[in-house]
Nanobody
Framework: QVQLVESGGGLVQPGGSLRLSCAASGSIYTMGWYRQAPGKERELVATITTSGTTYYADSVKGRFTISGGNAENTVWLQMNSLKPEDTAVYYC??????????WGKGTLVTVSS
């Protein structure tokens, strides 16, 4: 089973930046980040494949950048211009070539003044 290790969450003021990272073991096809705000369902934030193809939710386009997803099996999520509505637990996700998905334990991002 793929093991995921996340880091980089914390408290930041509106307009600020944070960078999340996630390292995975195993042979990975795609990695990404999801988030879950209090009282809401988990939602996709961004994904990246080993070939570098990326996808972003409309709510984060132009503000967040996902990178990595290469042979080192590490992805980063650079989050700029953060808004209070970005507050959530962010989960790393990895999908193997055999379509098995694994999740990290989550890291809390709080955007507040």
């Amino acid at each position: 089973q793929v093991q995921l290790v996340e880091s980089g969450g914390g408290l930041v003021q509106p307009g600020g930046s944070l960078r999340l990272s996630c390292a995975a073991s195993g042979s990975i096809y795609t990695m990404g980040w999801y988030r879950q705000a209090p009282g809401k369902e988990r939602e996709l934030v961004a994904t990246i494949t080993t070939s570098g193809t990326t996808y972003y939710a409309d709510s984060v386009k132009g503000r967040f950048t996902i990178s990595g997803g290469n042979a080192e099996n590490t992805v980063w999520l650079q989050m700029n211009s953060l808004k209070p509505e970005d507050t959530a637990v962010y989960y790393c996700n990895a999908v193997t070539y055999s379509a098995k998905a694994s999740w990290g334990k989550g890291t809390l991002v709080t955007v507040s003044s």
